[in-house]
């Protein structure tokens, strides 16, 4: 079993739809929370990044941690055909002083006009 | 645009070449990292570097050599590469230790190996 389980997709979507997309985790360490866009022929961009459970709004995106369940995901309101990439979550454990990032597989979204 | 700038965006190259990767921040990040990432999948983790000294190397073969001459620099010396080597090298920085350590990436070096 992977530490980090993040549907790959494709999903498609018309544009305007909220969007849901999830990670499961197995380590309880795990701390920090991340939602990495990647557009094609780029690099990896941060959307959000969270501390322990709860909620985080940035304009049309939203992170939460369910720390309990071992489950985060990102909703986008108001989907746009700019949104169409593949989202990648990361986390990492308190004690990782490395810095080292466990990514799930990345979900690549299509916003259809 | 990033805030993590990668040189050259594109490099072809064959088995017998050497070459280098660069990447710069001006974030003031103490760790920078270099990772792979194949077609549809996640980057991974090759080196580590916090406060200019390699923190973790994750077994990766010695045809790639990392170098941090600084703190805000980071290469990567490429030699004798394989085919299976063709992908995207990724750089990214972040503060070190156990505070904010979300990573700032730049947008690769695409390397083909002939």
């Known amino acids: 079993q992977k530490e980090v389980e993040q549907d790959p997709g494709p999903l498609s979507v018309p544009e305007g739809a909220i969007v849901s997309l999830n990670c499961t985790y197995s380590n309880s360490a795990f701390q920090y929370f991340m939602w990495y866009r990647q557009y094609s022929r780029k690099g990896p961009e941060l959307l959000m990044y969270t501390y322990s459970s709860g909620n985080k709004e940035d304009g049309r995106f939203t992170a939460q941690v369910d720390k309990s369940s071992k489950y985060i995901s990102l909703f986008i309101r108001d989907s746009q055909p700019s949104d169409s990439a593949t989202y990648l979550c990361?986390?990492?454990?308190?004690?990782?002083?490395?810095?080292?990032?466990?990514f799930g597989q990345g979900t690549e979204l299509s916003v259809k006009p | 645009d990033t805030e993590v700038t990668q040189t050259p965006k594109h490099l072809v190259m064959g088995m017998t070449n050497k070459k280098s990767l660069k990447c710069e921040q001006h974030m003031g990040h103490r760790a920078m990292y270099w990772y792979k990432q194949k077609a549809k999948k996640p980057p991974e983790l090759m080196f580590v570097y916090s406060y200019e000294k390699l923190s973790i190397n994750e077994s990766v073969p010695s045809r790639f050599s990392p170098e941090c001459p600084n703190s805000s620099l980071l290469n990567l010396h490429l030699h004798a590469l394989q085919p299976e080597d063709s992908a995207l090298y990724l750089c990214a920085s972040s503060q070190p230790g156990t505070g904010n350590g979300a990573q700032h990436f730049g947008d690769g070096t695409r390397l083909s190996i002939l």
């Open positions: 990361a986390m990492r454990d308190l004690y990782n002083q490395g810095g080292k990032l466990i």
